[in-house]
């Protein structure tokens, strides 16, 4: 099997080379070398979020360092999520509409307003407020968010993909509309998104609009998402995949969307490049825990309460986390994940900060 290459982690810790000495904690040097002082090719350098999490000394140490924000109890994250939600619903009902060539329309609107979540556009929207700006200013690149990920599961269901016939408890879009329109569905969802956000935001610096296209575009190409989706076809059924594997096509499958949305909020909202790149490794955390629930979730619940089909990486011998390395150390990871992505907001207005702290807690408990 090919060798892939070392990505960037969510971990606040790994852009110390990997010559550093054993003697020494990782901690211990950012104490006489801040990380303003590593070199960009020093901080790209990239290792396993697994190996690095399980050095449990560091991760203690790293408690020490960085206080994960208090919550106000009167925060009502249930209305919270309701009215997002909402919001976001109305905005792509509004952005998509019915009109010729009627099939293709249809098509994208069956699948795009399927129902589901909307993690990613939400955590657009509260990145943009946690820095200084508002839902009305995001709400493009929000719906442009959750265009591209209708995308990505219109074209992952197909049959030369992962052969799905239910999605959100609904036939999939090619069941309903044919192969040949699913697969134009989800290319005229990924060609609007660009043109949403270029079109339709107000209030943005033209600067800052190019750097959120370039995000989005960067985080779903031959790099990105397409990345992790072509080394998951390619991994499927082979006996030598290692963490190291498994987590690059985590990573590129499915964190770097969440990233992206995180990110694109941050920017429009004003964000500084400190805060930015803050909120990078909250959501690059957050990204992969995404992704190690949804392993988790495929080998505990039920096709009715996962709304797809429940036990398809096993049957289809998919590389998983709770395959690689057992359900508990799976959901152990899953909490290193959730507690070090939570670190990442110190610093913040703990008041504006509450919605990500509670959407990291939302993803890390999801049932379905």
Request: proline content about 1%; hydrophobic content about 45%; some cysteine.
């Given at each position: 099997m090919t060798s892939l290459p070392i990505f960037q982690t969510c971990s606040m810790f790994n852009h110390?080379?990997?010559s550093t000495p054993s003697t020494y904690s990782t901690l211990t040097l950012l104490k006489y070398k801040p990380l303003s002082l590593f070199s960009s090719e020093q901080i790209n350098r990239r290792i396993p979020i697994f190996?690095?999490?399980?050095?449990?000394?560091?991760?203690?140490?790293?408690?020490d360092v960085k206080e994960i924000p208090q919550i106000d109890f009167t925060f009502n994250f249930d209305s919270y999520l309701l009215q997002?939600?909402?919001?976001?619903n109305q905005a792509l009902d509004m952005a998509v509409t019915l009109k010729e060539p009627l099939q293709i329309h249809e098509s994208?609107?069956?699948?795009?307003?399927?129902?589901?979540?909307?993690?990613?556009?939400?955590?657009?929207?509260?990145?943009?407020?946690?820095v200084g700006g508002n839902e009305s200013l995001a709400m493009p690149a929000a719906c442009a968010t959750e265009m591209?990920?209708?995308?990505?599961l219109i074209h992952d269901d197909l049959p030369c993909m992962d052969?799905?016939?239910?999605?959100?408890?609904?036939?999939?879009?090619?069941?309903?509309?044919?192969?040949?329109?699913?697969v134009l569905a989800g290319d005229a969802l990924l060609a609007f998104a660009f043109e949403h956000i270029a079109n339709s935001t107000v209030g943005v610096s033209p600067l800052r609009i190019v750097q959120v296209?370039?995000?989005?575009?960067?985080?779903?190409?031959?790099?990105?998402?397409?990345?992790?989706?072509v080394v998951d076809i390619d991994s499927t059924g082979a006996s030598d995949v290692g963490l190291e594997h498994l987590e690059y096509i985590h990573i590129h499958k499915t964190a770097v969307l969440l990233e992206s949305a995180v990110v694109m909020g941050a920017i429009i909202g004003g964000g500084s490049v400190e805060e930015v790149e803050k909120l990078r490794k909250f959501a690059r955390c957050i990204g992969l825990l995404f992704q190690v629930v949804d392993d988790i979730l495929d080998v505990t619940m039920s096709s009715e309460e996962?709304?797809?089909?429940?036990?398809?990486?096993?049957?289809?011998d998919k590389t998983t986390y709770p395959k690689l390395i057992g359900l508990e150390k799976a959901r152990e990871f899953a909490e290193k994940l959730n507690r070090e992505a939570k670190e990442q907001l110190s610093g913040f207005d703990s008041e504006k900060a509450a919605p990500l702290v509670h959407l990291a807690n939302y993803i890390a408990s999801r049932q379905n």
């Open positions: 110390v080379v990997k190996a690095a999490l399980a050095k449990e000394e560091i991760i203690e140490e790293a408690k997002k939600a909402n919001s976001v994208m609107r069956y699948s795009l307003l399927a129902g589901g979540k909307r993690v990613r556009p939400i955590l657009c929207i509260a990145a943009c407020e946690l591209i990920h209708t995308m990505s052969n799905d016939d239910f999605r959100r408890g609904k036939l999939t879009n090619h069941k309903v509309f044919g192969e040949h329109v699913a296209v370039s995000e989005l575009a960067k985080a779903i190409g031959s790099e990105g998402l397409v990345a992790g989706q996962l709304g797809k089909t429940a036990g398809k990486d096993l049957l289809t």
